[in-house]
């Protein structure tokens, strides 16, 4: 089974400031295949990014996604209040087909 | 725009079947795959299935066993059946869209979830 594990699990930052969240998969995953969620309290996930570095459909530019292989990461260059939520990665591909890692919460400090 | 509407009782008694559906609007139910997928309150999410109008459904295998899904073009939705439940199946159940090539494999549209508690 391929594990995705985020870090870190909760992150404290102003509004303003960059994020940087990692995902690490226990084994290698396919790039095209490899995304990034928002939820906040009470709602739905929300696409961010696909295929490891395409923004989804009215995300703001602010979003960024890079990585390969095994080592992926979701940047927010300037933190804006309404991104404080948790943030999940996902991959398809090995056994369980779909996996999502544990989500990293990204609080105002 | 394509939307997803769950519908199914809020409150399942152990060993019973839970039972969702997934109403597609806007858009064909035909021209993509459809997953359902649950979160535990204050826990991360558990992809449950994957189907398509064409061939079989593909599961988690750590599900397997209890999972139904099924998908009816004439009425837009597709439906989940999970049997055996027990509190350990309370969660928020989500419907969600898949991603078209050329990349797909990420859910891009979902439902806004329904509650399903499992107790007597």
């Known amino acids: 089974d391929i594990v995705l594990t985020q870090s870190p699990g909760t992150l404290s930052l102003s509004p303003g400031e960059r994020a940087t969240l990692s995902c690490r998969a226990s084994?290698?995953?396919?790039?095209?295949?490899f995304s990034w969620y928002q939820q906040k309290p009470g709602q739905a996930p929300r696409l961010l990014i696909y295929?490891?570095?395409s923004r989804a459909a009215g995300i703001p530019d602010r979003f960024s996604g890079s990585g390969s292989g095994t080592d992926f990461t979701l940047t927010i260059s300037r933190l804006e209040p309404e991104d404080f939520a948790v943030y999940y990665c996902q991959q398809f591909g090995s056994s369980p087909m779909f996996s999502f890692g544990q989500g990293t919460k990204l609080e105002i400090k | 725009q394509v939307q997803l509407q769950e519908s199914g009782p809020g409150l399942v008694k152990p060993s019973e079947t839970l039972s969702l559906t997934c109403v597609v609007s806007g858009g064909s139910i035909s021209s993509h795959y459809w997953s359902w997928i649950r979160q535990p309150a204050g826990k991360g999410l558990e992809w449950i299935g994957r189907i398509y109008s064409i061939g079989s459904p593909t599961y988690n295998s750590s599900l397997k066993s209890r999972i139904t899904m099924s998908l009816d073009t004439s009425k837009n939705q597709f439906s989940l059946k999970l049997n055996s439940v027990t509190a350990a199946d309370t969660a928020v159940y989500y419907c969600?869209?898949?991603?078209?090539?050329?990349?797909?494999?990420?859910?891009?549209?979902w439902g806004q979830g329904t509650v399903v508690t499992v107790s007597s």
């Open positions: 969600a869209r898949l991603r078209d090539r050329p990349t797909p494999w990420a859910f891009d549209i």
């Open positions: 084994q290698t995953v396919t790039t095209s295949y």
């Open positions: 295929g490891a570095s």
